[in-house]
């Protein structure tokens, strides 16, 4: 069975978007087993926090790296992507060793897709993340 790891772009308990998801792991019950990422403890990027790797950013990758797929569940934040996501994806496109930083990273080679509860601001959302992540199915 695949894993699917499942990134809700809102942090509020209840959003649209977390709705959302929780209908997509109905959907897929017993075809494949999903999972949440929490990335609430995530810390601003700042590439002095790179070395050593923190353990929130190392359990983060970590369930990145186990994942068959990724499906982001986003809101519109100001016709984009919102800070936490984008924050969050800075630090999973980093080399994973960082004496290779052209090197693979946890994101690498992962299927990608998003859907999005939104009152508008649609098309510029799923523009943002294909710029940010040029594999990303929408």
Known sequence: ??????????????SFNHQLAEEAEKMLADKANVSYLDYSKVPVFNQDLESP??????????????ADAIWIFSPVYNFSIPGPVKNLLDWLSR?????????????????VTMSSVANGGHN?????????????RT
């Open 1 to 14: 069975m695949k894993n699917i790891l499942f990134i809700v772009g809102s942090l509020r308990k209840g």
């Open 53 to 66: 790797v923190l353990p929130v950013l190392a359990e983060v990758r970590e369930q990145v790296l186990a």
């Open 95 to 111: 080399a994973l060793d960082l004496s290779d930083p052209s090197g693979p990273s946890a994101l690498q080679d992962k299927i």
């Open 124 to 136: 510029q959302l799923f523009d943002a993340y294909k710029e940010l992540l040029p594999f990303i």
